[in-house]
């Protein structure tokens, strides 16, 4: 396998696997502060040491299906330069629910015994 087959693979991987993680950015971002749809694109750029990139319809279409939910929910204010904005927030559901999620899914890759996993296939010393 070359390097543009292992290019391809991974670009192809990490599609399907960055869908997932939109709500996982959206919901952190949440989680510290209210935010409005078109700051977001940026602040979730930002989380994510630029990993995860967002269009600006991926990001209504994820907070609808999360107000739908009872994830989300969200205020208008005014604005002092423009109109007002719709400012989103975790609902105590959300919360509950991003605090679940991270316990059962992201805390496992801090255990000692993931942690050797990880290190031994990432280890510059691997078999080949």
Excluded: C, H
């Excluded at 907070?63 to 989300?72: P, W, Y």
């Amino acid at each position: 396998m070359g390097p543009n087959d292992l290019e391809t693979l991974l670009a192809q991987w990490e599609a399907v696997y960055k869908k997932g993680l939109l709500t996982l950015w959206l919901m952190l971002l949440l989680a510290q502060r209210k935010a409005y749809p078109y700051e977001m694109k940026a602040a979730i750029a930002e989380l994510s040491q630029n990993t995860i990139t967002a269009e600006e319809n991926s990001i209504y279409r994820a907070l609808k299906r999360l107000a739908q939910s009872g994830i989300v929910d969200s205020e208008i204010r005014q604005s002092e330069t423009g109109p007002s904005r719709r400012y989103f927030y975790l609902t105590p559901l959300g919360v509950d629910l991003l605090t679940a999620f991270i316990e059962r899914n992201i805390r496992i890759f801090q255990q000692p015994d993931v942690g050797k996993l990880l290190d031994r296939v990432t280890s510059p010393t691997r078999s080949q």
